[in-house]
């Protein structure tokens, strides 16, 4: 059976992406981070496996990709939803350091590549005025309230930061193996559709 692996897959492009490979016939893993509600329901309602993981944490990350394993003994699609640049944010290391941690993704998703995984990245991209209509949104509603944090309003104060960490996270990760897609989501549901439309081609692609 073919496997996947989405990384921060309980919501949004996230779950779109469990619900296709799911539909596939896939056996299919997801990590989430603090939705712990939204991922218990995802998986009762496709099958599939949650895992919890921080990747702003490297400890975190180390122990899902260990609990991966004993569900996944392989990994034949990686759809990375995470947060390279959120990461960068929030951890206090240098430039040298971040550009070698950089050189390290590109070789384990290279190792991937050629093992015969299809590597999968998307950046939905929305402007700082649609980030705060969504956040106001779910601020305001009760039943969205579980998706918003005081750590969200608090890193929206840093947006010229984070924009200048992913366009650093686009130019070094980016590859030819591994390319990054960039997806433009003021509109969610077009967002979704295009992402699944790239996940369908790379695996029609490869099926040739």
Request: hydrophobic fraction near 40%; include cysteine; charge should be neutral.
């Amino acid at each position: 059976m073919k496997t996947a692996l989405i990384t921060g897959g309980s919501r949004g492009i996230g779950a779109a992406c469990v619900r296709a490979f799911r539909q596939a016939g896939w056996q299919t893993a997801f990590f989430y981070r603090q939705s712990r509600e939204a991922a218990e329901a995802l998986a009762r309602e496709t099958g599939a496996i949650a895992l919890q993981c921080d990747v702003t944490d490297s400890a975190s990350v180390r122990r899902a990709v260990q609990e991966t394993k004993a569900f996944l003994p392989h990994v034949d699609a990686l759809v990375n939803n995470a947060g390279i640049a959120s990461q960068e944010l929030l951890t206090d290391v240098t430039d040298e350091q971040w550009r070698r941690a950089y050189a390290e993704i590109n070789q384990f998703e290279r190792s991937l590549t050629d093992w015969g995984a299809i590597v999968i990245k998307f950046w939905l991209q929305i402007d700082s005025d649609e980030q705060l209509a969504r956040f106001t949104d779910r601020q305001n509603t009760p039943e969205k309230q579980w998706k918003i944090t005081d750590e969200d309003w608090r890193n929206r104060e840093k947006w010229p930061q984070y924009e200048q960490a992913v366009n650093d996270m686009l130019q070094y990760t980016s590859t030819n193996f591994a390319p990054w897609h960039i997806i433009e989501s003021q509109d969610k549901k077009y967002g979704r559709i295009q992402a699944l439309k790239i996940i369908v081609e790379a695996i029609e692609n490869r099926l040739k």
